[in-house]
């Protein structure tokens, strides 16, 4: 009896912090709110943030004393957190090279309550950004998903990835927060139009108006972001994670159909379009397809970039080549591709053809918060790339 | 001799409603920029060269135009954006804003293409640690933001003294430093694609006399509506003020205060007894 009384009191005595807890961050102009879950399998933590229906896991959870951290390493982050009873206050940080970016987290627990789109915001909004020096447009997508208010926002260079949140009377707020994007978009609906704000990190906020979709798009299409010279073939030559050089004249590309994926681990939206390129080559290798990812990443170290982009392959179990092209910072990237013209989104992918010529560039992806979009996408991909596989090879080569 | 028989719990009650209780998250963001300038590989204490590398530069033994122990002789140029690091005949590019190591060192290209900088980085020195004036509740405003006449970039020195764009963000007038001024505001590019921040550059009566001669920063905090939180508790030294290495920013035409803003960051050590 007195054992077991022991046992209980000393596990009352360690803070459990299992179950799932109601999270934010507190930006300058607003709440971004997302879920954590938490399981303990003896004195193992797992966890994940969760954006709506939307979870990832965290790659390390621990515990020390009433201190909790959560690792974020796909984006060199962290949130660190005291646990006082049944909140947990801290706060999220990565470290840049012009000051600390911190910004305050708290948690409850239980989930955040589920909060349907209502109809007057779900569906297609043409957005406008109003800038300090130009406007520049957007689109909204909201819909009602297994978790309420969903949907994404779209710009130039793809869309923002998945954004959950909740709607009351004529205002809504929908956020997305995975260890790199930070994003809030507050707003309400004034006659038929919505206006509101864009909360990126703690202090930046971007005021935008919005109305229903209707006519053309207001973005450039993907395919007009980026150009290429198309007068000589398309050449590339970085080192893999082994140090291998790696290069477009290799004879494992002479005469193939090559899909060049400029990425980052660092990029959201690039974890999203991995799994599509994997499929693209597991289905159309044998046919004659290439792919090599081209990797832009934070430090410039190799030895830490490597790490990264071994995880990233080891995440998705790409098959294909991962190259460490250079570093995330735009006009350096471009620098390593000289005969792209615009290259300014992650990821951008480079379709070229059997006589190693550039036919299409696509910057940006449309990722699963998309709906729709993202399927077309991936199904236009692999049209261009069996289009591509059905040109006959340049002469001289088998 | 009354004085000095003064009860320490009286000194108390008499310095409670004087001195302010410095604000929770003030004070974390305060220890944030501490533990960033002790630990970071960038930080402004472990800077130790900072130059344009314009038609070239070497770095390495006696004689480089930046001498770096125990380096082989390596030379970084710039064309068409793209800075690279040859040395021994092999040709690494340098990856802006990016840390790359070389020896015990560590180099950092930035700046615009064109005017790029290098920033050497070695063992951190010893870290002054900040030094603040008493804060001061008086010190924080509401201000409204009026858009700027023209929409325009411009290319200026940000505070870690590296060129950036930034645009015209607009203006805020200041009431509570004497007569009324309008300080000019910029937006800064911020550390990821769609974040910034609003800065202000300011001068002051305390310039030189408490405060760094040059000018301090102090950022708008958003409060929606147009309106932020202008809390010159939060002024900071630009990094000039810790290292020569770093040039500093030219102060803005008209941002001048004519009273003292006894609030934020000092240049030196506080007086005696204050802190």
């Known amino acids: 009896m007195i054992p077991a009384v022991a046992l209980a009191l000393a596990a009352l005595s360690t803070p459990s912090v299992a179950g799932p807890w109601r999270a934010a961050l507190d930006l300058a102009g607003g709440t971004l709110k997302f879920g954590v879950e938490i399981a303990a399998n003896g004195s193992l933590l797992r966890g994940t943030l969760c954006n709506g229906r939307q979870c990832d896991a965290f790659s390390a959870v621990r515990l020390d004393g009433d201190s909790v951290r959560f690792e974020l390493a796909d984006y060199a982050a962290s949130i660190t957190a005291v646990l006082r009873g049944d909140s947990l206050v801290g706060a999220y940080r990565n470290v840049g090279n012009r000051g600390p970016r911190v910004i305050p987290f708290r948690a409850s627990r239980g989930r955040w309550p589920v909060s349907p789109a209502p109809r007057w915001l779900s569906g297609e909004w043409y957005a406008l ?25 779209i710009g130039n260079a793809g ?45 930046a906020q971007t005021a935008f108006d919005a109305v229903r979709a209707q006519g053309p798009s207001p973005l450039k299409p993907p395919t007009a972001v980026t150009r290429a010279d198309t007068t000589a073939p398309f050449h590339f030559a970085f080192r893999d994670v082994n140090g291998v050089l790696v290069q477009s004249d290799d004879p494992r590309f002479r ?19 991995a799994p599509s390129l994997v499929e693209l080559y597991r289905t159309r290798q044998a046919q004659g397809l290439e792919v090599v990812g081209l990797a832009y990443e934070v430090s410039g170290d190799t030895a830490v970039d490597g790490a990264l982009v071994r995880r990233y392959r080891d995440k998705f179990g790409i098959p294909f080549p991962l190259l460490l092209a250079g570093t995330n910072d735009v006009d350096a990237a471009a620098a390593t591709l000289p005969q792209l013209e615009g290259f300014t989104a992650f990821p951008t992918t480079i379709f070229v053809g059997r006589d190693g010529r550039v036919r299409r560039v696509h910057a940006g992806f449309y990722g699963p918060a998309t709906g729709a979009q993202h399927g077309a996408l991936v199904a236009e991909f692999s049209r261009e790339v069996d289009r591509l596989l059905a040109e006959p090879a340049p002469p001289g080569i088998p | 001799m009354h004085s000095r028989a003064l009860p320490l719990v009286a000194m108390l009650c008499f310095a409670s409603p004087v001195v302010a209780q410095l604000p929770q998250d003030l004070a974390r963001e305060r220890t944030e920029y501490l533990t960033w300038l002790r630990s970071a590989p960038t930080s402004p204490f472990a800077a130790i060269a900072l130059q344009r590398v314009g038609a070239g530069l070497t770095l390495g033994p006696a004689g480089s135009d930046v001498m770096l122990s125990g380096v082989a002789q390596v030379r ?58 008493p804060f001061a509740p008086a010190a924080i405003d509401t201000v409204t933001l009026r858009p700027p006449q023209r929409r325009q970039s411009v290319l200026l020195l940000a505070p870690e003294g590296i060129d950036v764009e930034a645009d015209e963000a607009g203006s805020v007038t200041v009431s509570r430093f004497g007569p009324p001024v309008s300080l000019r505001v910029r ?7 769609e974040e910034w921040e609003l800065e202000i550059y300011f001068r002051d009566a305390t310039n030189g006399r408490g405060s760094y001669p040059a000018g301090r920063f102090v950022s708008l905090q958003p409060l929606g509506n147009g309106r932020y939180l202008l809390d010159f508790n939060r002024a900071r030294n630009p990094f000039c003020a810790y290292s020569s290495v770093f040039p500093c920013p030219a102060p803005w035409p008209g941002n001048t205060l004519t009273e003292p803003v006894a609030a934020g960051e000092r240049y030196g050590p506080a007086p005696e007894g204050e802190q």
């Not at chain 1, 005469?255 to 379009?273: L, S």
């Not at chain 2, 804003?97 to 064109?114: K, T």
């Not at chain 2, 937006?187 to 694609?193: E, K, L």
Request: aromatic residues 12%.
């Open chain 1, 129 to 153: 950004f109003h800038g300090s020096v130009e406007d520049t447009p957007r689109i909204f997508e909201f819909r009602n998903g297994p978790a309420g208010l969903e949907g994404t926002i």
């Open chain 1, 159 to 203: 869309d923002y990835s998945h954004f959950s949140g909740e709607a009351t009377n004529d205002s809504f707020a929908l956020s997305r927060f995975d260890g790199s994007f930070v994003y809030l978009l507050t707003g309400r609906l004034v006659g038929d139009t919505l206006r509101g704000t864009f909360h990126a990190g703690l202090k």
């Open chain 1, 255 to 273: 005469g193939k159909v090559v899909v060049v994926d400029a990425f980052g681990t660092w990029c959201p939206t690039c974890h999203e379009a």
């Open chain 2, 76 to 133: 970084v140029t710039e064309s068409a954006g793209r800075v690279t690091l040859d040395s021994g005949g092999v040709s690494t590019p340098l990856t802006r804003n990016r840390v790359m190591p070389l020896g015990s060192y560590r180099l950092l290209a930035a700046g615009a293409a064109g005017r790029t900088v290098l920033l050497v980085f070695g063992v951190p020195r010893e870290v002054r640690t900040p030094v603040y004036f």
């Open chain 2, 187 to 193: 937006r800064f590019p911020g550390q990821s694609a």
